[in-house]
């Protein structure tokens, strides 16, 4: 079983700044993709960026692209969410997510896009608790 804690979030104003904290703990063999999902009011889960065992950057949405940076330190199982001049429409609950992928960055690239309804969210089974982020205007 694997466990995922989230932490950091809450409400700032746009163009601030907010980080997010995700630690892995369980069974940690340290052999599976780890990233965000977000979800705004009525809208459906998106990926904002995903990062594979090896801490190669697998995916990050073109709308946080240059404003969100994706971390992890693999020996403490730990991925951040370093998200800078924020904005309105970044608001949502952000998710903490992963699963047991083979190591490399291809083999986190392929288990993203292996669906094809484009929900890349369905495929990871281990999820955190969620943290609501608010940017105002």
């Known amino acids: 079983q694997v466990q995922l804690v989230q932490s950091g979030g809450g409400s700032v104003q746009a163009g601030g700044s907010l980080r997010l904290s995700c630690a892995a703990s369980g069974y940690t063999a340290s052999m599976y993709c780890m990233g965000w999902f977000r979800q705004a009011p009525g809208k459906e889960r998106e990926a904002v960026a995903v990062i594979s065992a090896g801490r190669g950057i697998a995916y990050t949405a073109d709308s946080v692209q240059g404003r969100f940076t994706l971390s992890r330190d693999k020996a403490k199982n730990t991925v951040w969410l370093q998200m800078n001049n924020l904005k309105p429409e970044d608001t949502a609950m952000y998710y903490c997510?992963?699963?047991?992928?083979?190591?490399?960055?291809?083999?986190?690239?392929?288990?993203?896009?292996?669906?094809?309804?484009?929900?890349?969210?369905?495929?990871?089974?281990?999820w955190g608790q969620g943290t609501q982020v608010t940017v105002s205007s």
């Open positions: 997510a992963a699963d047991f992928v083979g190591g490399s960055w291809s083999d986190c690239v392929n288990f993203l896009n292996s669906r094809a309804d484009g929900r890349p969210d369905r495929n990871f089974g281990y």
